[in-house]
């Protein structure tokens, strides 16, 4: 599992993964985006690495870095057999994400 000290996850448009060992993987992971430019996808692979989907968004960004929450959006996967890995990114600029969290949902 992911182990970071920082509020705030920063990358490239190239993206972020975000990837799960061990037999207990989770079958829930969410997250808040809350800065970049363009669209906005999200995708989920299981414990085989195949897809669970992949699902973009478009008209969220506000194009300012500076603080705005007005298109900060939550953004989740669930999977009961167990979520391998999830791969966020943009298609411009640098992704912000916070407020991470994953686990097992009953």
């Known amino acids: 599992a992911p182990v970071r000290s920082e509020p705030c996850w920063q990358c490239t ?3 972020v993964r975000f990837t799960f060992n061990g ?3 989770p079958t829930a992971f969410g997250l ?5 430019i363009g669209s906005i996808t999200i995708s989920a692979t299981d414990a085989a690495g195949n897809s669970l989907g992949s699902r973009t968004f478009t008209g969220i960004p506000d194009g300012s870095s500076s603080g705005t929450t007005a298109e900060d959006r939550f ?3 669930q999977f009961p057999v167990g979520i391998k890995s999830i791969f966020i990114s943009n298609t411009g ?3 912000e994400i916070d407020h991470v969290q994953y686990g097992a949902m009953p």
């Open 23 to 25: 037999a207990q993987l």
């Open 93 to 95: 600029g640098a992704i």
């Open 13 to 15: 448009s190239t993206g």
């Open 75 to 77: 953004l989740g996967v």
């Open 32 to 36: 808040v985006w809350t800065d970049g």
